[in-house]
């Protein structure tokens, strides 16, 4: 089992900034990667932001430039920086982390709670 414990949303004006967070806990050194999600009312959860165990990073097209996901290892939390915020970027944001199983030949998907981002014009 993977605990996911978010934190960091709130109400921001367009052209503000936020930080999320996401604290991990439980079996977590067999995670692989772990990111951000979003969905916003009526839409599809999309990808916003991951980051694999080897560092590498990869960001939905509608927030490169804007938002920047970094690790914490010794606290076993993610970040991810959130500037220039625009009114379409409002929507309930969710930590997601991969975890492995199987010796590496399954993954099992755990999920935050999620935290309400809301960008006013």
């Known amino acids: 089992q993977v605990q996911l414990v978010e934190s960091g949303g709130g109400l921001v004006q367009a052209g503000g900034s936020l930080r999320l967070s996401c604290a991990a806990s439980?079996?977590?050194?067999?995670?692989?990667?772990m990111g951000w999600y979003r969905q916003a009312p009526g839409k599809q959860r999309e990808l916003v932001a991951a980051i694999t165990s080897g560092g590498s990073t990869n960001y939905a097209d509608s927030v490169k430039g804007r938002f920047t996901i970094s690790r914490d290892n010794a606290k076993n939390t993610v970040y991810l920086q959130m500037n220039s915020l625009k009114p379409e970027d409002t929507a309930v944001y969710y930590c997601n982390a991969v975890r492995s199983v199987s010796l590496g030949l399954a993954t099992i998907d755990y999920w935050g709670q999620g935290t309400q981002v809301t960008v006013s014009s």
């Open positions: 439980g079996s977590i050194f067999s995670i692989n990667a």
